[in-house]
């Protein structure tokens, strides 16, 4: 890492910013100079570890963010989870991501082939990776169609795991009641017109998707994970459920028996949006680049 660092990091940097775990934490910290270094974290390390593959050791790992003048957690609980790895570290601080509200709103406007269905249209919006678990979003929606309960869920994305939950909606024969439409350039259209964002994550650090809702008024029902209580403020402002199958299935038949537990949440989510100010938080990265 070090002759790869010295061969194409060249120097007169007075910050040098390693914006992702993994490689480039490695190459920036093996860099030697003068310029203050900086390391982003973006998930919650105890759970997700992908990065530990480029070490010999946890040592060496914790070794290597220590040689950071300061690493940033995108989320309190992005911050738990790094300390529950490598052990609590003076240098670790928290700085929410910047999300530019008003361009989400002028690209909710765009006109996009969107038709709303009989029921509860709920909608899902993220890469097609396991943690996202929509295979468990699936399940639950089998059960509650079978139940009689009038919804329509469209889940918005593509990825990885896209194949594998598209043949599990053809086995639980959902085809009628989840829609796949696969990568969407702009989602905030579809996400400005449905009733309720789900997420049913096993793990986030700090959902973009949900904040991007929380700006366009619409409700969350979401599991249990890192940065949602942060984000909802503990539930005021969106429902937090458990984080399991039982959990999904509890909150959503709740909130299908009884709609006017979304419309409170739609109510009280225009305070919220003062949270995610864009120029707040340009000037909190501007105080910590320059501090």
């Given amino acids: 890492p070090k002759v790869i660092a010295d061969l194409f990091i060249k120097s007169g940097y007075d910050i040098?910013?390693?914006?992702?775990?993994?490689?480039?934490?490695?190459?920036?910290?093996?860099?030697?100079?003068?310029?203050?270094?900086?390391?982003?974290?973006?998930?919650?390390?105890?759970?997700i570890f992908t990065s530990q593959g480029l070490y010999r050791s946890i040592d060496e790992h914790k070794a290597i963010y220590k040689k950071f003048s300061k690493v940033i957690c995108v989320?309190?609980?992005?911050?738990?989870?790094?300390?529950?790895?490598?052990?609590?570290?003076?240098?670790?601080?928290?700085?929410?991501?910047?999300?530019?509200?008003?361009?989400?709103?002028?690209?909710?406007?765009e006109h996009v082939e969107y038709q709303r269905r009989d029921g509860l249209n709920l909608l899902m919006v993220g890469n097609f990776r396991k943690e996202k678990a929509y295979d468990r979003m699936l399940s639950v929606s089998k059960?509650?169609?079978?139940?009689?309960?009038?919804?329509?869920?469209?889940?918005?994305?593509s990825g990885a795991?896209?194949?594998?939950?598209s043949a599990l909606r053809e086995e639980l024969d959902l085809s009628q009641v989840v829609d796949m439409p696969g990568s969407i350039r702009n989602p905030y259209p579809y996400m400005k017109q449905a009733d309720l964002l789900v997420c049913s994550s096993?793990?986030?650090?700090?959902?973009?998707?949900?904040?991007?809702?929380?700006?366009?008024?619409?409700?969350?029902?979401?599991?249990?994970?890192?940065?949602?209580?942060?984000?909802?403020?503990k539930g005021q402002y969106g429902m937090i459920v458990e984080n399991s199958v039982e959990g999904l299935y509890q909150g959503l038949k709740t909130v299908l028996e009884d709609p006017s537990v979304i419309a409170k949440y739609r109510a009280v989510l225009p305070e919220r949006i003062s949270y995610f100010s864009k120029e707040k938080r340009i000037q909190e990265t501007i105080l910590m680049l320059e501090g």
């Fill in 16 to 47: 040098e910013i390693a914006y992702l775990e993994g490689e480039s934490t490695r190459l920036i910290a093996s860099h030697v100079s003068q310029s203050r270094k900086i390391a982003w974290v973006h998930v919650n390390m105890n759970e």
């Fill in 75 to 109: 989320s309190e609980g992005a911050r738990r989870g790094f300390f529950q790895r490598f052990g609590e570290m003076e240098n670790v601080e928290v700085l929410y991501n910047v999300i530019d509200g008003q361009l989400i709103h002028k690209k909710a406007e």
């Fill in 143 to 157: 059960k509650l169609n079978n139940e009689g309960y009038s919804f329509h869920l469209t889940i918005l994305g």
């Fill in 161 to 165: 795991e896209f194949n594998s939950i």
């Fill in 202 to 233: 096993k793990e986030e650090a700090f959902s973009t998707v949900v904040i991007e809702a929380c700006i366009l008024g619409l409700p969350t029902l979401t599991t249990d994970c890192a940065g949602m209580d942060e984000i909802l403020d």
